[in-house]
């Protein structure tokens, strides 16, 4: 049974930084896509970065230059460093992963707060 659990979110004042993590079980992370998507309130649930083929990676226009997603097979998690943030980055932010044996699955979410 595949399994994501966020963690890292939490309440930062605009250009801080913060560091979440995805630990994921039921999985080896470097052979599915692994993605970190986000939701603010009252808006859709968008992509915001992804790795694939374990060292592949890709961001959201939003997010590019300021956010860097990376991976650590040994403990089998997922990051994302998020530094310069901005009020607009404000959202519960989760983990998801597919793979060619994997269905789409989500962590619960850890909130991100941005202050201005």
């Known amino acids: 049974q595949v399994q994501l659990v966020e963690s890292g979110g939490g309440l930062v004042q605009a250009g801080g930084s913060l560091r979440l993590s995805c630990a994921a079980s039921?999985?080896?992370?470097?052979?599915?896509?692994m993605e970190w998507y986000r939701q603010a309130p009252g808006k859709q649930r968008e992509w915001v970065a992804g790795?694939?083929?374990?060292?592949?990676?890709n961001y959201a226009d939003s997010v590019k230059g300021r956010f860097t997603i990376s991976g650590d097979n040994a403990k089998s998690s997922v990051f994302l460093q998020m530094n310069s943030l901005k009020v607009e980055d404000t959202a519960l932010y989760y983990c998801?992963?597919?793979?060619?044996?994997?269905?789409?699955?989500w962590g619960q979410g850890t909130q991100v707060t941005v202050s201005s």
């Open positions: 790795m694939y083929n374990g060292g592949i990676t």
């Open positions: 039921g999985i080896t992370i470097s052979r599915n896509i």
């Open positions: 998801s992963t597919v793979g060619s044996m994997v269905p789409r699955t």
